[in-house]
């Protein structure tokens, strides 16, 4: 049974800043790696950074330099820090766990696990 806990969401102003967290250590398996994606209603899902298996990060090029994926190897925790939010990163936004070699391919469709996903609401 796979199981990841995002948590950490809320609601913000434009320009605030929300720390998302993902308790992993429910999740066990060698050949996957972590990453998050969001997904608005009635959307699909958009790739927001993974990272590989040395520490190297993909973020999707709308969030570069604003989010910062890190991850705590010895707590199985990974974090999503996002600065300077803007209306448009409104969006459920889930934990989630893919092939490792899907890292660097793209973030189209990231995500073949994920949790129950943490709602960021950004407002003007």
């Known amino acids: 049974q796979v199981q990841l806990v995002e948590s950490g969401g809320g609601s913000v102003k434009v320009g605030g800043s929300l720390r998302l967290t993902c308790d992993a250590s429910?999740?066990?398996?060698?050949?996957?790696?972590m990453g998050w994606f969001r997904q608005r209603p009635g959307d699909g899902r958009e790739g927001v950074a993974a990272?590989?298996?040395?520490?190297?990060?993909n973020y999707r090029d709308s969030v570069k330099g604003r989010f910062t994926m890190s991850r705590d190897n010895a707590k199985s925790l990974l974090y999503l820090q996002m600065n300077s939010l803007k209306p448009e990163d409104t969006a459920k936004y889930y934990c989630?766990?893919?092939?490792?070699?899907?890292?660097?391919?793209?973030?189209?469709?990231?995500?073949?696990?994920w949790g129950q996903g943490t709602q960021v609401t950004v407002s003007s």
């Open positions: 989630a766990a893919d092939r490792c070699y899907n890292v660097h391919s793209g973030l189209a469709n990231w995500g073949v696990f």
């Open positions: 429910g999740f066990t398996r060698p050949d996957y790696c």
């Open positions: 990272m590989d298996g040395d520490g190297n990060i």
